[in-house]
């Protein structure tokens, strides 16, 4: 969702093993330096990536006419098929030939990329909640690496080798292996290095493996969003060498690369994070990092009289961080639901929400991540996760006896200037957000009746498991079906983001309404289950595919606007409305490396569930607003879902 200038969005520009060679001579330790060493340059794959399709315009509005069906009175769907029917025959078609037209002249991009990226920018809303998701690492499994100065410091250090390994197109390539053992070889990377770039993915294709976008990763690191009113901007500079860290509300910064690019010992960041931890200064009083929790354009205004004020050196120091590390205060002792809440909003006085992601660690070594979402989509944020929690649980360089240095410490506490408006600005930010936060109802549900495995075994989707839960348990709750938004990527194709997949099908509607008015036997409802899971497979891979229709029909309302023509009326019409009016927003990213996943609400009236089919389990972690929700009794109703369905699957 957003439109970058062109400095911003154009495409990574790493040299690749031209840059690696002429900088060997300057590298203390090659082999620390790096958290991987590629023998295929990161953006390899990048040049040959397919382009995100155009769908026929045909095909997009029988798709959102189908998407239609289970929300709409026969009544009201009959006005909508008449209504998207003349739209496909008249402003529609000219609408489509527009966007191919633009696509054609525009090859280095997908059709939806800068559409997206403005969407996002343009949002007044607050990034908190609405926004930012957050992650949350298993623990490691050995006590005293949970500790929150070994924690933190082993992830600062394999973050920066990430880092380090993307800016030298050392990192390994994002690839979807789909038979893993034919392709994730050394023959499948020997001969794919060789190919040339215009040619790398289809020699990829060729071992049934599938190379991933890779543009969104220069958004990791030395980013900020910033804002503007109207627009807000993404500010990026890989120059700078050092880290921020916040700590009681109060901001400090350290290089974590010497002068040559090289990164410092784990002992020296060691000791310069262990001189962050000793300051014993109370809370600050008037922590900055709340004001980034606010309406954008209000924060917009504030920041500028920051600016106005002597502030902008020390602001642009937090803006071209690495990333940011903040160290809270708080334990978690094993409280899910307290985790949920820290790491999706807090308090707001430790956090910073306009960074490219923040790193969190609890005072009991809990550690996870808040990110803002602008710049990227969670294959690059997971990916990034996964290898740094790899690392540090099996291959930490700091352990429990590691003793700080005490050379090349360069801690330096930033200190802002405030005049009494600013500190009303803090204030006032202090009291809003907090009254934003008590108005959540966060919950969350793991069930162990039913697991991933478990559904494959029973030949039905985990997937369709899940959100099939999701309609029941709303259903049952409300008696009613609402639109449901299921987030699915797009990354394997260049600059693609997301594509909305329609979980709540003509199938489920037939499902829940019998199964709630008991009118089917198990073995009927076993049956339609497995309709419903065909059908979910089957929109899956169309979204994957680019062939969902909810970006096509947005990309061509901004064709319209951008021509300066009529806007249509589909997308004034109480279908579209009703439909893109997310009650239900889900999203999984599921991994063994992830101990919890959230984000919040994206309507008042609706609910935000990141959900997960593990191994041994099913969960998700549900959030919404008191006034009009309550989380924990979709929960139950959610439990209860989950029971009906594993009752089903088990009958013989």
Same mark, same amino acid.
């Given at each position: 969702?957003?439109?970058?200038?062109?400095?911003?969005?154009?495409?990574?520009?790493?040299?690749?093993?031209?840059?690696?060679?002429?900088?060997?001579?300057?590298?203390?330790?090659?082999?620390?330096?790096?958290?991987?060493?590629?023998?295929?340059?990161?953006?390899?794959?990048?040049?040959? !990536?397919? +382009?995100?399709?155009?769908?026929? &315009?045909?095909? *997009?509005?029988?798709? %959102?006419?189908?998407? =239609?069906?289970?929300?709409?009175?026969?009544?009201?769907?009959?006005?909508?098929?008449?209504?998207?029917?003349?739209?496909?025959?008249?402003?529609?078609?000219?609408?489509?030939?527009?966007?191919?037209?633009?696509?054609?002249?525009?090859?280095?991009?997908?059709?939806?990329?800068?559409?997206?990226?403005?969407?996002?920018?343009?949002?007044?809303?607050?990034?908190?909640?609405?926004?930012?998701?957050?992650?949350?690492?298993?623990?490691?499994?050995?006590?005293?690496?949970?500790?929150?100065?070994?924690?933190?410091?082993?992830?600062?250090?394999?973050?920066?080798?990430?880092?380090?390994?993307?800016?030298?197109?050392?990192?390994?390539?994002?690839?979807?292996?789909?038979?893993?053992?034919?392709?994730?070889?050394? !023959?499948? +990377?020997?001969?794919?290095?060789? &190919?040339?770039? *215009?040619?790398?993915? %289809?020699?990829?294709? =060729?071992?049934?493996?599938?190379?991933?976008?890779?543009?969104?990763?220069?958004?990791?690191?030395?980013?900020?969003?910033?804002?503007?009113?109207?627009?807000?901007?993404?500010?990026?500079?890989?120059?700078?060498?050092?880290?921020?860290?916040?700590?009681?509300?109060?901001?400090?910064?350290?290089?974590?690369?010497?002068?040559?690019?090289?990164?410092?010992?784990?002992?020296?960041?060691?000791?310069?994070?262990?001189?962050?931890?000793?300051?014993?200064?109370?809370?600050?009083?008037?922590?900055?990092?709340?004001?980034?929790?606010?309406?954008?354009?209000?924060?917009?205004?504030?920041?500028?009289?920051?600016?106005?004020?002597?502030?902008?050196?020390?602001?642009?120091?937090?803006?071209?961080?690495?990333?940011? !590390?903040?160290?809270?205060?708080?334990?978690?002792?094993?409280?899910?639901?307290?985790?949920?809440?820290?790491? =999706?909003?807090?308090?707001?006085?430790?956090?910073?929400?306009?960074?490219?992601?923040?790193?969190?660690?609890?005072?009991?070594?809990?550690?996870?991540?808040?990110?803002?979402?602008?710049?990227?989509?969670?294959?690059?944020?997971?990916?990034?996760?996964?290898?740094?929690?790899?690392?540090?649980?099996?291959?930490?360089?700091?352990?429990?006896?590691?003793?700080?240095?005490?050379?090349?410490?360069?801690?330096?506490?930033?200190?802002?200037?405030?005049?009494?408006?600013?500190?009303?600005?803090?204030?006032?930010?202090?009291?809003?957000?907090?009254?934003?936060?008590?108005?959540?109802?966060?919950?969350?549900?793991?069930?162990?009746?039913?697991?991933?495995?478990?559904?494959?075994?029973?030949?039905?989707?985990?997937?369709?498991?899940?959100?099939?839960?999701?309609?029941?348990?709303?259903?049952?709750?409300?008696?009613?079906?609402?639109?449901?938004?299921?987030?699915?990527?797009?990354?394997?194709?260049?600059?693609?983001?997301?594509?909305?997949?329609?979980?709540?099908?003509?199938?489920?509607?037939?499902?829940?309404?019998?199964?709630?008015?008991?009118?089917?036997?198990?073995?009927?409802?076993?049956?339609?289950?497995?309709?419903?899971?065909?059908?979910?497979?089957?929109?899956?891979?169309?979204?994957?595919?680019?062939?969902?229709?909810?970006?096509?029909?947005?990309?061509?309302?901004?064709?319209?606007?951008?021509?300066?023509?009529?806007?249509?009326?589909?997308?004034?019409?109480?279908?579209?409305?009703?439909?893109?009016?997310?009650?239900?927003?889900?999203?999984?990213?599921?991994?063994?490396?992830?101990?919890?996943?959230?984000?919040?609400?994206?309507?008042?009236?609706?609910?935000?569930?990141?959900?997960?089919?593990?191994?041994?389990?099913?969960?998700?972690?549900?959030?919404?607003?008191?006034?009009?929700?309550?989380?924990?009794?979709?929960?139950?109703?959610?439990?209860?879902?989950?029971?009906?369905?594993?009752?089903?699957?088990?009958?013989?």
């Amino acid at each position: 969702m957003l439109k970058l200038s062109k400095s911003v969005n154009k495409q990574p520009t790493f040299k690749g093993f031209d840059m690696f060679s002429t900088r060997i001579s300057r590298v203390k330790d090659i082999e620390y330096q790096y958290l991987q060493r590629s023998k295929v340059p990161t953006m390899h794959f990048q040049k040959s !990536l397919p +382009r995100l399709p155009i769908p026929e &315009l045909s095909k *997009s509005t029988e798709r %959102y006419l189908n998407a =239609l069906k289970p929300l709409l009175s026969k009544e009201n769907y009959a006005l909508a098929e008449q209504r998207t029917r003349s739209f496909s025959l008249a402003e529609g078609k000219i609408l489509q030939d527009k966007l191919i037209a633009k696509d054609k002249a525009n090859k280095d991009t997908s059709y939806i990329s800068n559409y997206w990226f403005d969407l996002y920018l343009r949002d007044r809303a607050p990034l908190p909640i609405n926004y930012n998701p957050l992650l949350v690492f298993q623990n490691d499994s050995r006590p005293d690496y949970n500790n929150q100065l070994i924690r933190a410091t082993n992830i600062i250090v394999s973050a920066a080798r990430f880092m380090l390994s993307l800016r030298e197109s050392i990192l390994e390539p994002e690839v979807f292996h789909l038979q893993p053992k034919k392709s994730n070889t050394p !023959l499948f +990377r020997t001969i794919t290095g060789l &190919l040339p770039e *215009s040619l790398s993915w %289809y020699g990829a294709y =060729l071992f049934k493996a599938y190379p991933l976008d890779m543009s969104q990763f220069e958004g990791l690191f030395n980013a900020t969003r910033i804002p503007l009113e109207g627009k807000d901007r993404i500010l990026r500079d890989p120059k700078c060498n050092h880290v921020v860290v916040q700590k009681n509300g109060h901001f400090y910064t350290f290089d974590v690369l010497d002068n040559d690019g090289n990164l410092l010992s784990p002992a020296e960041i060691l000791g310069n994070l262990h001189k962050i931890m000793t300051d014993q200064r109370k809370s600050a009083d008037f922590p900055l990092g709340v004001l980034t929790s606010q309406n954008r354009d209000l924060w917009a205004m504030q920041r500028a009289h920051l600016e106005d004020t002597g502030n902008s050196d020390t602001l642009r120091q937090i803006d071209t961080a690495i990333f940011n !590390l903040i160290l809270d205060e708080d334990s978690i002792d094993d409280d899910k639901n307290k985790i949920l809440k820290l790491y =999706l909003h807090g308090d707001g006085t430790n956090r910073w929400y306009d960074k490219s992601f923040s790193l969190i660690v609890t005072k009991d070594g809990v550690s996870g991540i808040n990110f803002e979402h602008s710049w990227g989509d969670g294959v690059a944020v997971l990916r990034f996760f996964q290898d740094v929690y790899a690392e540090t649980t099996t291959r930490p360089f700091v352990h429990p006896d590691t003793k700080p240095a005490t050379t090349n410490i360069s801690v330096k506490k930033l200190e802002f200037n405030l005049d009494e408006k600013s500190k009303q600005y803090v204030e006032n930010a202090k009291r809003e957000f907090n009254e934003w936060c008590n108005s959540l109802s966060i919950d969350y549900i793991l069930y162990e009746g039913l697991n991933k495995e478990a559904c494959k075994k029973l030949k039905v989707s985990p997937d369709c498991i899940m959100q099939l839960g999701f309609q029941a348990a709303y259903h049952l709750l409300y008696g009613k079906y609402v639109g449901t938004y299921e987030s699915c990527s797009t990354s394997a194709f260049k600059h693609g983001r997301t594509e909305t997949m329609r979980p709540c099908t003509e199938k489920t509607k037939e499902f829940c309404d019998r199964l709630h008015l008991a009118t089917s036997s198990k073995q009927e409802l076993r049956g339609l289950m497995q309709e419903c899971s065909s059908a979910h497979s089957q929109l899956v891979k169309e979204a994957a595919m680019g062939q969902g229709f909810d970006r096509h029909l947005f990309a061509l309302m901004k064709i319209a606007e951008e021509n300066n023509m009529k806007r249509p009326e589909i997308y004034d019409s109480h279908e579209y409305k009703l439909l893109n009016k997310s009650i239900l927003s889900t999203s999984t990213l599921s991994s063994p490396s992830v101990l919890a996943g959230g984000f919040g609400p994206v309507v008042k009236e609706g609910f935000g569930i990141a959900y997960s089919a593990f191994p041994d389990k099913l969960g998700a972690a549900v959030a919404s607003y008191k006034a009009h929700n309550n989380s924990s009794e979709f929960v139950e109703a959610l439990h209860k879902s989950f029971v009906d369905i594993t009752e089903i699957l088990s009958a013989k």
